[in-house]
């Protein structure tokens, strides 16, 4: 199982950004998608998740300006990021929670994270 998102740069403050991820593999199937986020000197954080059902859940400092949505069809998310303040300057992650086949034909659960993707906003 693999993650591979894109987005992300340098935006001003009020600015927008979008990022993509997409998870590809041998996918039977997918419970949830998400992206977290970690900044300079501090612990990993949920941002926003979504499930197979279309369920999202927003972390409440981005609630009403961060918007997540899924194509199944497509295994992808996306993250629409409005009304950027400083304090959502970090590195953003993307995380997948699914259930894939291995090597030996064997159906196993896979909580997968792609490479991070540098968010920073600034003047």
């Known amino acids: 199982v693999q993650l591979q998102a894109s987005g992300g740069g340098l935006v001003q403050p009020g600015g927008s950004l979008r990022l993509s991820c997409a998870v590809s593999g041998r996918i039977i199937r997918i419970h949830a998608m998400g992206w977290y986020r970690q900044a300079q000197g501090k612990q990993r954080e949920l941002v926003a998740s979504i499930t197979s059902g279309g369920s999202t859940t927003y972390a409440d400092s981005v609630n009403g300006r961060f918007t997540i949505s899924g194509d199944n069809g497509k295994n992808t998310i996306d993250l629409i990021m409005n009304s950027l303040k400083p304090e959502d300057t970090a590195v953003y992650y993307c995380?997948?929670?699914?259930?894939?086949?291995?090597?030996?034909?064997?159906?196993?659960?896979?909580?997968?994270w792609g490479q991070g993707t540098q968010v920073t906003v600034s003047s």
């Open positions: 995380n997948a929670d699914v259930v894939a086949l291995n090597g030996a034909e064997n159906m196993v659960a896979y909580y997968a």
